[in-house]
């Protein structure tokens, strides 16, 4: 037995605490299981971009230049008379002035000589020359702008426009001039080619069919 007034004979139990390893066979207390968690909310669902619209199989589609789908409606055949006719008035109008005066002059200043033959009236003639000169002037300005900005006045007022099939822009003046030409064809036989459009599928006159325009309205 020891010596109980001894402090190294005597061992305090030990009380296992912090820094002492646990022995052979001892095991630590049982550790609780971490909470379950949610997962994180997946991100909102996002809109889907629509698809670039694709031609359909067996549908046809319109090649290009083509002016009913690119460039606006054909323009009917009411439309393109009625351009016609504010055209041609327009032009007539200075030959008419012209042609009056001329007249006018002419009769004032005849003379008839001895043998019966009229003389004078030289003022009126170049008066009624004045005026057809006037009227070709006036034409030929309306083929340019018909042209260059595809209307005239006269189609400008009915509100549609001369174009070339194939680029959807105005043909140019000299084109303009050679389509007017080109008109011939539509006079023969019986103007019948004025009066296509009225069947057509592309309201075109013969003249369009050779110089490949189209009238169409303006956008």
């Not at 359909?56 to 083509?66: D, F, K, L, T, W």
């Not at 064809?185 to 009066?195: Q, S, W």
Request: charged share 10%.
């Amino acid at each position: 037995m020891g010596n109980p007034y001894d402090p190294y004979g005597q061992q305090q139990p030990q009380q296992p605490g912090y820094g002492q390893q646990p022995g052979y066979g001892q095991q630590y207390p049982p550790q609780q299981p971490p909470a379950y968690q949610a997962p994180p909310p997946a991100y909102p669902a996002q809109p889907a971009f629509p698809a670039a619209a694709q031609p359909q199989y067996g549908v046809p589609q319109q090649p290009y230049g083509h002016a009913g789908a690119a460039y606006g409606a054909y323009a009917g055949w009411g439309s393109r008379f009625a351009a016609r006719i504010i055209d041609s008035l327009l032009i007539g109008i200075p030959i008419i002035i012209f042609v009056v005066i001329g007249v006018a002059i002419s009769a004032s200043t005849a003379s008839t000589d001895a043998y019966g033959n009229t003389t004078g009236g030289g003022a009126g003639v170049i008066f009624i020359i004045l005026g057809y000169l006037a009227g070709f002037v006036v034409g030929l300005y309306f083929i340019y702008q018909e042209g260059v900005t595809g209307q005239t006045p006269g189609k400008k007022m009915v509100n549609i426009r001369l174009i070339s099939e194939q680029t959807g822009q105005p043909i140019g003046f000299g084109m303009s001039f050679v389509r007017q030409i080109a008109h011939v064809i539509d006079g023969i036989p019986c103007y019948i080619g004025y009066l296509w459009p009225l069947f057509d599928a592309k309201k075109q006159t013969f003249a369009d069919k050779v110089m490949n325009t189209v009238v169409v309205r303006s956008v």
